[in-house]
């Protein structure tokens, strides 16, 4: 039981490149999430799934795209990268009250 | 919009001390309330408290929800170098879809 995984884990994108973010999780949850966090501004949600085939967005949706083809598959795509986007990006499952975090991506937009 | 507010923000303490971490919501429809702690890495659960649970403890760690002030407290006692992290507070609200209101943390450090 791997809990929750994410690819890659470091990632450096020049501003314009695209790149897609894979969540994984073998727990069978319904809910997943994607957040980023920023030094000082804590964790913000992107967007996030109830089920597959779902999508909603977040707290700060803008420039992000996502997709759940596969329940334990949630993905993070960036269509074209900007600084403003560099952060560490965190994917999370959850059950009904408690979430499981990804070990986290940090991608740097220069 | 939902809101949760942690203080102080940072807080430098000596080993042994007892120290009591602060978070504050607004929230519509609350469900429970999670403490993490995060240290180089993903956020790591220490405790869920609920309407129907309002005080949880750990060894050294304990947590009380005050559900009429809207306000839970993180004590940890006797502290040590390894408790240095940032302690992050976060709400579910609503069905659950909406994920966790987090607030910015605090960001403990403990010396030696």
């Known amino acids: 039981n791997a809990g929750v995984t994410q690819t890659p884990k470091f990632r450096v994108l020049k501003t314009g490149q695209s790149m897609t973010l894979l969540c994984a999780q073998d727990m069978n949850h319904e809910y997943m999430y994607w957040y980023r966090q920023d030094p000082g501004m804590g964790l913000r949600l992107i967007h996030y799934s109830v089920g597959e085939g779902t999508t909603a967005k977040g707290e700060v949706p803008d420039g992000y795209n996502v997709s759940r083809l596969k329940k334990q598959n949630f993905l993070l795509g960036l269509e074209s990268a900007a600084p403003s986007q560099t952060s560490v990006y965190f994917c999370a499952s959850t059950t009904a009250y408690e979430q499981y975090f990804g070990p986290g991506t940090r991608l740097t937009v220069t | 919009e939902d809101k949760v507010v942690q203080s102080p923000l940072s807080l430098v303490v000596h080993e042994g001390d007892t120290v009591t971490l602060n978070c504050s919501y607004e929230?519509?429809?609350?469900?429970?309330l999670l403490w993490y702690k995060q240290e180089k890495k993903a956020p790591t659960f220490l405790f869920m408290l609920t309407s129907s649970g309002i005080e949880k403890k750990s060894g050294r760690l304990s947590s009380i929800l005050d559900k009429k002030e809207l306000s839970s407290i993180l004590n940890i006692t006797a502290t040590q170098t390894g408790d240095s992290a940032i302690y992050l507070c976060a709400v579910f609200s609503g069905g659950g879809a909406d994920g966790l209101t987090f607030g910015k943390g605090t960001h403990l450090i403990i010396q030696p």
């Open positions: 929230v519509t429809n609350f469900r429970s």
